[in-house]
């Protein structure tokens, strides 16, 4: 047995009824990569926030290297050598690499700081580990894969000995995450232990040695790799055999939408540049690629958030104005990016939520709320959509997300006709539709959408997620850096060259 | 420590917020009655008595309550689109001026019009100077980005010197003795009174009236839809179709209206005519009111009960302990920190660590 550098002993964690962790005990050895596996709300972070002392353990102990920590100090953690490369990085975009590195690690009383002496120590660790950036490159201009290793940088120069990843992968590319991999391969050879959390099966396969799986805060098992497959991996996680997303056949129909040759500049969002793209009835049209290259743009123009600046979008041969309200009158369903942000109003109530879309039509007249109405459509989504966690008076904001996610669905599949079920739009524009849902939720959303596709719906599919968009789409296109390809047909894309498409390369053969 | 967000929201907590909170605020006030050499009971006694102890008593706070309830609706329904509207008191006196710019001024020609005419003229015409104070300031926020809750409160200023000017220039009343008072607004246009033998007209009908309008209106009409979800989470409205910048538009001509007509109900029901003295702040004071009703158009008029008893019990207790009356200024202002502080709470919990 490997020397042990984490041992976690008899730790539970509750937030008022709920238990985020319970009794979980795990020992990290010396050079080994630990994967923590387990879907959103599993207690995944929680249990890494008590190892980094964000939160207090209402019990148990972390160890490290045979000492105690202190619970509730992250000063301590970070003391011991536990180091922590969140999902959404944190660094400075206007300071340069070095001063990110640097950024904390002296003292606010020294009157000059020593540049000089950091600089060769972080070009030592890059050598050290193969990890090569710029120290004088401003992380705004970075990629976002040499962003990640910046942070990687700024735990090693920290002297950090056991290394969480939170969801590293989310927002890499294919070829991106395999440098990734690379790297954690060289880290493990030089003495680092390292603490993997993710929820995509084969990668944890490919990464660790060992796999901990947590299900609703428990520990449901550790084991070796050699020992797991992906299917014993998927049920321990899931706690059942995964709901199998029931493809029907579905004719493609006449083109519903049309983009041509739209191009958007300016404006808080991505640009978008000479994109073309039609969307037919009857068919799933994935777009996949690094989120923050023109999606969301693309998503606001589908929803008619905003206009183009040049090109034309239309909807049944007609174009819309960019007014929200035209667009839903149109029949366009239309799923945000951002659940809490921009779906929903939390304050508000469920059963107002359900009608927000509709509220003026067809559930108010001359200006008076039909309530009874209103709480009748209401209680139908809930029901066809099978909202849980709370009534037509909770609060939106108090659902989970899974249940959020299913009342939008709700909202705009049902585009508040009388049945709910009926309703078959023309487009429906979905953007991450799935972003952060526990599985079984996935497979629902997936399948709604499926459904209303093989009613004669047109569907845009944005997703990050390259398995989603493969599995569910007819026709892939991918968008980099305001750009799209042609859409093809799912079967012709390889992985290998919607990577390469992801990371901009098919622009070099357009130029 | 830190906060943590409530799962669910108790809606006790949220009804028990406000009394927690002036429970809270006289123990505060107490120490400073203490201080003064006071005794504590006695100077509570005495605001009470004279805030709601008698019938006279009653009929002052009616009266000091009729303008606040107006401005308090004024701040709740612009704080509930998340429009921070500062600048009831300046709104106010806009109205106060225009009442008596189309009731008064040059009492030969308005004199032709019958006051069933020129009194609604005269109240539209105080609500839509307080309106035009609001509108401006908001098309500015909307459409340049320009802070509201600057330009608001920086124009009570710009109007209480416009006013000043205007009681020393055009509006001046001759018979004033020098004094900077307007010229009276026409007898015929003043408001009759709700109570014989008191100050209570009926502009407390008028108030109270725009109270439950108001209710309605937030609770059962689309308007009132979009208001709440443009103030909650304008993103999120405006993805769903609701016009956010029109509807903040319509909300700042509400809201300044409203302030514009407790100006002119002043007038006509209290002052007669304008001075620059005739609002002990009462645009400020309804920001307190509003908050304490915890935005509700009907909690408002119970609020402003509240608060008109405890300026005017202030006033009566004054005169016979060495309290000043500030202390109901005092006791207006802590009210208001305590209830954003017990809002807090029914909201998050507090975690030491």
Redesign the interface.
């Known amino acids: 047995m490997k020397e042990t550098v984490l041992r976690v002993a008899g730790v539970s964690k509750r937030f008022g009824r709920i238990k985020a962790n319970e009794d979980i005990s795990l020992t990290l050895g010396r050079g080994e990569v630990l994967a923590l596996l387990g879907e959103n709300g599993a207690g995944k972070s929680t249990l890494v926030s008590i190892l980094f002392g964000h939160y207090v353990a209402d019990a148990g102990t972390v160890e490290v290297f045979g000492t105690v920590l202190p619970p509730g100090d992250p000063a301590a953690a970070l003391r011991a050598g536990i180091g922590m490369v969140h999902q959404h990085f944190t660094l400075a975009d206007n300071l340069t690499v070095l001063d990110n590195v640097m950024l904390g690690t002296e003292p606010l009383w020294r009157p000059f700081s020593r540049r000089t002496r950091a600089r060769a120590q972080l070009v030592e660790i890059g050598r050290r580990f193969g990890l090569v950036v710029d120290p004088d490159a401003r992380v705004g201009a970075l990629s976002v894969g040499e962003r990640q290793r910046v942070e990687i940088l700024k735990a090693l120069y920290r002297d950090v000995r056991i290394l969480i990843l939170d969801e590293p992968t989310a927002v890499l590319t294919p070829q991106e995450s395999e440098a990734l991999f690379a790297t954690l391969r060289g880290l493990v050879a030089g003495g680092l232990s390292i603490v993997f959390i993710s929820h995509k099966l084969d990668e944890v396969l490919r990464v660790s040695q060992r796999v901990a799986v947590l299900r609703a805060g428990r520990l449901v098992t550790i084991v070796d790799v050699a020992e797991a497959t992906k299917e014993r991996l998927a049920e321990w996680m899931v706690g059942r055999a995964l709901p199998r997303v029931t493809m029907r056949a579905h004719q493609r129909g006449d083109s519903a939408c049309a983009l041509e040759h739209v191009s958007v500049t300016g404006g808080a969002s991505a640009a978008l540049r000479d994109v073309s793209l039609k969307l037919h009835g009857g068919e799933v049209t994935g777009i996949a690629g690094v989120s923050g290259n023109g999606q969301s743009t693309l998503a606001d123009l589908l929803c008619g958030l905003r206009a183009p600046d040049a090109g034309t979008v239309t909807l049944n041969g007609v174009a819309l104005r960019a007014d929200p309200r035209a667009w839903i009158d149109a029949r366009v369903a239309r799923i945000p990016e951002d659940r809490g942000a921009v779906g929903l109003i939390g304050d508000l109530p469920v059963w107002e939520n359900a009608i927000s879309e509709h509220y003026r039509r067809p559930f108010a007249s001359a200006g008076l709320v039909r309530r009874s109405a209103a709480r009748a459509h209401a209680r139908r989504v809930i029901e066809r959509f099978d909202v849980r966690g709370g009534g037509l008076d909770t609060p939106a904001r108090a659902l989970s997300g899974g249940n959020q996610q299913k009342l939008i669905l709700g909202r705009a599949l049902g585009g508040g006709a009388a049945q709910p079920d009926d309703f078959v739009p023309v487009l429906i524009v979905a953007n991450q539709p799935t972003w952060g849902l526990d599985v079984g939720s996935v497979g629902y959303v997936h399948q709604r959408l499926i459904d209303a596709c093989a009613r004669g719906a047109a569907v845009l599919l944005i997703s990050d997620d390259l398995d989603e968009v493969l599995a569910l789409s007819d026709r892939v296109a991918v968008m980099h850096g305001g750009r799209l390809t042609p859409a093809r047909p799912a079967a012709e894309w390889t992985r290998n060259a919607l990577g390469l498409a992801m990371a901009g390369a098919g622009e070099l053969d357009a130029a | 420590m830190r906060l ?1 967000a409530r ?3 108790a809606p006790g907590a949220l009804i028990g917020a406000p009394f927690v909170a002036i429970a809270f605020t006289l123990l505060v006030t107490a120490a400073l009655v203490a201080w003064a050499g006071a005794p504590v009971g006695r100077t509570y006694a005495l605001i009470f008595a004279g805030g709601f102890g008698s019938r006279f008593a009653w009929s002052e706070t009616l009266t000091r309550a009729t303008p606040l309830i107006l401005t308090g609706l004024a701040a709740a329904v612009a704080f509930r689109a998340r429009l921070w509207n500062i600048g009831a008191e300046g709104q106010l006196y806009a109205g106060a001026l225009a009442a008596v710019a189309v009731g008064g001024l040059r009492e030969g020609t308005a004199a032709a019009w019958p006051a069933a005419v020129l009194f609604p003229a005269m109240l539209v015409a105080a609500m839509a100077a307080g309106a035009l104070l609001l509108v401006v300031p908001t098309l500015m926020r909307t459409h340049l980005r320009v802070d509201e809750v600057v330009t608001t409160l920086l124009l009570n200023f710009v109007v209480l010197l416009f006013v000043s000017m205007m009681l020393d220039g055009p509006m001046k009343d001759p018979a004033a003795l020098g004094w900077p008072q307007s010229v009276a607004l026409r007898d015929d246009l003043a408001l009759g009174k709700l109570i014989d033998r008191t100050r209570v007209h009926t502009g407390l009908v008028y108030a109270t009236g725009a109270a439950f309008l108001l209710a309605f209106v937030m609770r ?6 979009e208001v ?2 443009a103030g ?2 304008p ?8 016009p956010v910048d029109r509807t903040l538009f319509l909300v700042a001509a509400l809201s300044g209206g409203l302030a514009g007509l407790a100006g002119a109900i002043e007038v006509a029901g209290r002052t007669g005519y304008v001075t620059l003295d005739m609002s002990p702040g009462y645009g400020y004071t309804g920001i307190a009111i509003a908050m304490l009703a915890g935005l509700h158009p009907v909690g408002v008029v119970a609020a402003a009960l509240f608060v008109a008893g405890v300026l005017v019990g202030a006033d009566s207790m004054s005169r016979d302990l060495a309290v000043p009356t500030y202390i109901a200024d005092v006791i207006v202002a802590v009210a208001l920190l305590s209830m954003l502080v017990a809002t807090l709470f029914a909201r998050y919990r507090l975690r030491l ?1």
Do not use: K
């Open positions: 943590e799962g669910r929201v059962s009409t689309t308007f009132g839809f709440r979800a909650a989470n993103r999120a409205a405006a993805f769903a179709g609701v660590r």
